[in-house]
């Protein structure tokens, strides 16, 4: 079964560090996301990507957010700044093309970035 | 803007009860889709089912049936029999899409703990 892996599974910070988490999305899929969940809330989005640029971005993903898709195979995420309000699980997620629906995300088992 | 609803925070059973989580969405899009994820103790995301908005067609697969009923925005999800491995938390989506199925950003809900016990 194909998946979506991301590192670290853990990271802890000092705020205002800069921080970058990585995914590896599977291999033939063409769109990636990132969504973060604060702890025991619900699953929020963040960025959508597709070839090669930002498709969509939510209100969270300011200026201190970006990403980056460098070798063909991973994707990135880093946040230049933390701020205490960034400790969250964050999940990458990537999609097939979508040709039989709106395409089904497969999600990484999540980074947990804890901010001090 | 899309919006779902899971008015359930919380929800405990005894193993082998049945138990319905319940989802209530909103949208202005004539296509949509709909999405139940499963969030084990562990963390990680896991699809379970997708549904579009031209299929009212309930679905059954083994202890688990989904029910849509677009006359009601709901798209509610049993678990017959449930078992201790159920124990998670349940979380529906919604995406607004085209009939090309171009990739939308999944909006969910806020989830409904199942605690399942002996």
């Known amino acids: 079964e194909p998946e979506v892996t991301q590192t670290p599974s853990h990271q802890v910070t000092q705020m205002g560090q800069e921080v970058i988490l990585r995914c590896v999305p599977i291999?033939?899929?063409?769109?990636f996301y990132w969504y973060r969940q604060i702890l025991g809330q619900k699953v929020e989005f963040l960025v959508s990507?597709?070839?090669?640029?930002?498709?969509?971005k939510s209100e969270i993903f300011d200026d201190q957010f970006s990403v980056e898709r460098p070798d063909g195979s991973n994707f990135t995420l880093k946040i230049r700044s933390t701020k205490l309000e960034d400790s969250a699980m964050y999940f990458c997620?990537?999609?097939?093309?979508?040709?039989?629906?709106?395409?089904?995300?497969?999600f990484g088992a999540g980074s947990r970035l804890t901010v001090l | 803007a899309q919006k779902v609803t899971q008015a359930q925070t919380e929800i405990s059973v005894v193993e082998k009860e049945d138990v319905t989580l319940d989802c209530v969405y909103e949208?202005?899009?004539?296509?949509?889709?709909l999405f139940w994820y499963k969030q084990p103790p562990s963390g990680e995301l896991v699809f379970l089912i997708r549904?579009?908005?031209?299929?009212?067609q309930n679905e059954i697969s083994g202890r688990y049936s989904w029910n849509f009923q677009k006359s009601t925005s709901s798209f509610n999800f049993t678990i017959t029999a449930s078992q201790v491995v159920d124990s998670a938390v349940y979380f529906c989506?919604?995406?607004?899409?085209?009939?090309?199925?171009?990739?939308?950003?999944?909006?969910f809900g806020t989830g409904t703990r199942l605690q399942v016990t002996l």
């Open positions: 997620a990537s999609g097939d093309d979508g040709s039989s629906g709106a395409n089904v995300l497969t």
């Open positions: 291999s033939n899929h063409l769109y």
């Open positions: 990507f597709y070839n090669n640029e930002i498709s969509e």
């Open positions: 949208t202005r899009d004539t296509t949509y889709y």
């Open positions: 549904r579009n908005s031209f299929d009212e």
């Open positions: 989506a919604l995406s607004e899409g085209d009939v090309s199925g171009t990739a939308s950003k999944l909006t």
